[in-house]
């Protein structure tokens, strides 16, 4: 193992199996897509800061785009319920503000560094709030901001939103999609359940019935489009059989894509759901969770889709194809790409460097709010709010569990740029998740196993556990955080 710089975290067997124990019998959160450190870790900046100043920007690396034009939604329920995604009550002029805010943002970037003018763009997604509550007119400005500041040809480009918000003025966000100029274009639907009665309990009774959903894959399909949904299981006080039959649907229907995400709540949440004595009580245990995650896995499987990452699975026929869901892949891979975002809440993580001489790689955060945003583009003509630097041992946290999404780690490809096995230099850890039947070693790769695919968030944050402690003790030590 390459020599570290400072002091390596070290914490003994029994400790890290105790640590794992914990992180397994709390409910799984599947927080992957936030990537190592969460967003808790990022330390403030002050204002007007430029993450990107005096950074050497690698023209070598493929970029991916993440723009959140806003942060609004609009259920009945405050946060549908469950939700703990900083989501606010929409408005119309202040969301309009925030689109343009982002778009200026876009422009604003390029001009201050050029250099990312000339870098490959694999993907492009839309998301945050409900993204497909943006008016016509502010999408298209957002295209156009894009296009004329980087080469999009070669990008996928997808649109999230609610379903029935994409049949809104006559399909004019699929016809602005569909005239944008990039490889491919998809659709990202949030269904959730196609029980109209928990649809209704979770306040998304409006935002589109099976029909509606029906109508919006079929437009997408006429206009060359692939299309996804999003599924929740383990809902409350329901079976497995309620699961399933929400997939049956989900596959029926055509969807190319379906996503399935354990639905989490606890006391401890800030959703209107955590205040309901009877749906908290109603929860699965933790064997119930995983069973239910079985026998969804197992049923798309039998239906022709492939697992490409741990929530998405896609149809064999078209996962084998350049019409594959590129976006989500591409970030779980800090070895070759970059991350940049724009908008409310958008993280961007870049890497520079060459592995054998000195690799740096910084993470940062927008303001979280669109008034917050707003108020930031507006005073500073930045909206960066907090960041993360990351030391040696951070980087390998990084790649080591952005690659579990991926439902593998394999051992080769972390030693072509740490230099060093990752089996090696967590040993303690990867003993411990064998023996818990999470991983398989097949040699230099570690496969995720079903049950591990459940739990990736207790092996990515047993990972990382010893690195944070060490992080708070430097603070209580009066240190510094070494944190960025």
């Known amino acids: 193992m390459s020599p570290a710089p400072f002091p390596s975290p070290e914490m003994s067997r029994e400790e890290l199996s105790l640590e794992l124990r914990r992180r397994m019998s709390r409910p799984q959160r599947h927080r992957l897509l936030q990537g190592y450190p969460m967003a808790p870790v990022l330390e403030e900046v002050e204002p007007a800061h430029d993450p990107l100043h005096e950074f050497e920007v690698d023209p070598s690396r493929s970029l991916i785009i993440g723009v959140l034009p806003h942060t609004y939604c609009n259920p009945k329920v405050k946060g549908c319920g469950f939700c703990t995604f900083p989501h606010e009550k929409l408005a119309n002029t202040p969301m309009r503000r925030t689109v343009e805010q982002v778009a200026i943002e876009i422009e604003r970037t390029v001009r201050r560094h050029p250099s990312l003018r000339a870098r490959t763009i694999d993907a492009v997604y839309f998301g945050g709030g409900t993204a497909n509550l943006t008016p016509p007119d502010g999408f298209e400005r957002l295209l156009e901001a894009l296009g004329t500041s980087f080469d999009l040809r070669g990008a996928e480009l997808t649109l999230e939103g609610v379903p029935r918000y994409f049949l809104l003025h006559d399909e004019a966000l699929l016809d602005l999609l569909a005239g944008a100029g990039v490889r491919h274009r998809r659709l990202s639907m ?108 197992d049923l798309l499987l039998a239906q022709g889709y492939v697992q490409t990452t741990l929530t998405n699975f896609e149809r064999a026929e078209v996962a084998s194809t350049p019409r594959r869901f590129v976006y989500e892949l591409a970030s779980f891979d800090p070895e070759r790409r970059d991350a940049l975002g724009f908008g409310p809440g958008a993280i961007s993580t870049f890497t520079c460097g060459n592995p054998k001489l000195l690799l740096r790689a910084l993470k940062w955060m927008n303001q979280p709010t669109s008034e917050g945003y707003s108020r930031a583009m507006t005073e500073y003509q930045r909206a960066v709010a907090t960041t993360f630097g990351y030391l040696p041992l951070d980087l390998s946290l990084l790649h080591l569990t952005r690659n579990l999404a991926r439902l593998r780690i394999d051992g080769a490809a972390y030693e072509r740029v740490f230099g060093s096995s990752p089996f090696e230099d967590f040993a303690a850890s990867f003993e411990l998740f064998e023996e818990a039947h999470l991983l398989r070693r097949e040699g230099q790769v570690a496969h995720l196993t079903p049950e591990g695919m459940f739990y990736a968030d207790s092996i990515a944050g047993l990972l990382a556990h010893p690195m944070l402690a060490l992080r708070r003790q430097w603070d209580k030590e009066g240190e510094g955080s070494h944190m960025g």
């Open 190 to 297: 949030g269904v959730q359940t196609f029980d109209p009665g928990w649809l209704k309990r979770m306040g998304r009774d409006a935002f589109g019935d099976e029909g509606d959903i029906r109508r919006v894959i079929e437009a997408a399909h006429r206009r060359g489009f692939t299309i996804s949904a999003d599924l929740l299981f383990n809902l409350p006080g329901t079976s497995v059989q309620h699961a399933l039959e929400d997939v049956r649907k989900a596959v029926a229907l055509g969807l190319d894509q379906v996503c399935v995400y354990n639905l989490v709540l606890t006391q401890k949440l800030p959703t209107v759901w955590a205040r309901n004595v009877g749906l908290l009580d109603a929860m699965p245990t933790g064997d119930q969770a995983v069973g239910t995650w079985l026998a969804v896995r």
